[in-house]
């Protein structure tokens, strides 16, 4: 059974740092690719980061020099380093897999999702 379980979300002031962890399980984890992506209250799930199989790196133009993705595949486990947050940045954040290995951005490519981790930054 696949699970992805996030971690790490939390209140934090405007210019603070988060680190988001996502815990995967229940398939070959160094295959796949992995995102981060995000929901804010009204507003469409959209992408923030992936990370492929071989450790390519994407970021959306909203978080590039700010965010950065890594992933432990002995522990099968993909982070978040989240700096100089905005209050933009507030939303549930979610991890999810993508098997073909390669960062994408649309969520419509990814095979699994995680049932997201609320990020809350004040102004």
């Known amino acids: 059974q696949v699970q992805l379980v996030e971690s790490g979300g939390g209140l934090v002031q405007a210019g603070g740092s988060l680190r988001l962890s996502c815990a995967a399980s229940?398939?070959?984890?160094?295959?796949?690719?992995m995102g981060w992506f995000r929901q804010a209250p009204g507003k469409e799930r959209e992408f923030v980061a992936s990370?492929?199989?071989?450790?390519?790196?994407y970021y959306a133009e909203s978080v590039k020099g700010r965010f950065t993705i890594s992933r432990d595949n002995a522990k099968t486990t993909v982070a978040l380093q989240m700096n100089g947050l905005k209050p933009e940045d507030t939303a549930v954040y979610y991890c999810?897999?993508?098997?073909?290995?390669?960062?994408?951005?649309?969520?419509?490519?990814?095979?699994?999702w995680g049932q997201g981790t609320q990020v809350t930054v004040s102004a």
């Open positions: 229940g398939y070959i984890f160094s295959n796949y690719a």
């Open positions: 999810a897999a993508d098997g073909a290995g390669i960062p994408r951005s649309l969520a419509s490519y990814y095979n699994y």
């Open positions: 990370i492929g199989s071989r450790g390519n790196t």
